[in-house]
């Protein structure tokens, strides 16, 4: 019904930036809050950001002043420009909207598969 499908993880050298996008696709009436959670190996989902439809961020301190979050409401997609990478910024990245469908006009919580983001030298 609603698919949300990550691009842009990979392998990165510390100090080294990388973005990430998400594309929500499918049976859509509006979305309204979007956001980026993160796993690491044998750790809990943490969340990393969120937006709002009208463009309110809302961070974790331990990305602030590094990670840049954004969206595109066009084209239903959201961004997260990550600089400065660390080590400890390695895990799997999923983003995660939530989502008013069409007919039916109930609101859920989608999630992307992932997308697997390595900060190593």
């Known amino acids: 019904q609603v698919q949300l499908v990550e691009s842009g993880g990979g392998l990165v050298q510390p100090g080294g930036s990388l973005r990430l996008s998400c594309a929500a696709s499918?049976?859509?009436?509006?979305?309204?809050?979007m956001g980026w959670y993160r796993q690491a190996p044998g750790k809990q989902r943490e969340l990393v950001a969120t937006?709002?439809?009208?463009?309110?961020?809302n961070y974790a301190d331990s990305v602030k002043g590094r990670f840049t979050i954004s969206r595109d409401n066009a084209k239903n997609t959201v961004y997260l420009q990550r600089n400065s990478l660390k080590p400890e910024d390695t895990a799997v990245y999923y983003c995660?909207?939530?989502?008013?469908?069409?007919?039916?006009?109930?609101?859920?919580?989608?999630w992307g598969q992932g997308t697997q983001v390595t900060v190593s030298s």
């Open positions: 499918g049976s859509i009436f509006s979305i309204n809050a």
């Open positions: 937006i709002r439809r009208g463009g309110s961020t």
């Open positions: 995660n909207a939530d989502v008013v469908v069409v007919v039916t006009f109930r609101r859920g919580d989608y």
